[in-house]
Nanobody, 126 residues
Framework: QVQLVESGGGLVQPGGSLTLSCAAS????????VGWFRQAPGKEREGVSC????????YYIDSVKGRFTISRDNANNMVYLQMNSLKPEDTGIYYC???????????????????WGHGTQVTVSS
């Protein structure tokens, strides 16, 4: 069973940057997508970005387009989320997740994903 561990969260001022990492133990060859989600207090978990492993396409929610970049290091089973120009509304726990199956129209649905990490806290505040 693949296990995921996120890291790189922390406290940052508005306008700052963070890079989140997701390390996968074990083979991820059978997975077709990896996503980043976040959950703010009192809110539902929302999909932030997705990397489609088969065709290398990337997906983002509108609120992070142009600010966040997802990337994958296949050789080392690592996935990253580079976050720039951070805003207070980006605050939340960030999770990475892998999916056995991928549907482009459902990339931001938590139900598409099969394994999850425990998350890393990102706080954007002055």
């Amino acid at each position: 069973q693949v296990q995921l561990v996120e890291s790189g969260g922390g406290l940052v001022q508005p306008g700052g940057s963070l890079t989140l990492s997701c390390a996968a133990s074990g083979s991820t060859r059978n997975y077709y997508a990896v996503g980043w989600f976040r959950q703010a207090p009192g809110k539902e978990r929302e999909g932030v970005s997705c990397f489609s492993i088969g065709d290398l396409n990337t997906y983002y929610i509108d609120s992070v387009k142009g600010r966040f970049t997802i990337s994958r290091d296949n050789a080392n089973n690592m996935v990253y989320l580079q976050m720039n120009s951070l805003k207070p509304e980006d605050t939340g726990i960030y999770y990475c997740a892998y999916a056995f199956n991928f549907w482009a129209t459902a990339w931001n649905s938590p139900r598409m994903y099969d394994i999850w990490g425990h998350g890393t806290q990102v706080t954007v505040s002055s």
